[in-house]
Nanobody
Framework: QVQLVESGGGLVQAGGSLSLSCAASGSIFSINEMGWYRQAPGKQRELVAGFTSGGSTYYADSVKGRFTISRDNAKNTVYLQMNSLKPEDTAVYYC????????????????WGQGTQVTVSS
């Protein structure tokens, strides 16, 4: 069974920094894309940052220059370094991976972590 487990959320003052990590575990054959999304109360889930299948990174305009995504392929882990945090960054942050589990008949699919709360106080 495949799991994505996030860690690193918390409460921080505006201007501060937080680092998130997400580890994919279980019977995984290959991971294509990995990224981070967030969902604030009353809003739709939105893309924050991610890696394409070719290894390129992309960011939402709202976080460019402040957030940095990185990954450790050997550990199936993706990280999100968040600097200069703003109150509007407050949300539940979710890790996403498009991966192929091991086993006959398996197919590429999207998997999600349980989410980690990030709260930025003004």
């Amino acid at each position: 069974q495949v799991q994505l487990v996030e860690s690193g959320g918390g409460l921080v003052q505006a201007g501060g920094s937080l680092s998130l990590s997400c580890a994919a575990s279980g019977s995984i054959f290959s991971i294509n894309e990995m990224g981070w999304y967030r969902q604030a109360p009353g809003k739709q889930r939105e893309l924050v940052a991610g890696f394409t299948s070719g290894g390129s990174t992309y960011y939402a305009d709202s976080v460019k220059g402040r957030f940095t995504i990185s990954r450790d392929n050997a550990k199936n882990t993706v990280y999100l370094q968040m600097n200069s945090l703003k109150p509007e960054d407050t949300a539940v942050y979710y890790c996403n991976a498009r991966l192929l589990p091991k086993g006959w008949g398996m197919r590429w699919d999207d998997y999600w972590g349980q989410g980690t709360q990030v709260t930025v106080s003004s």
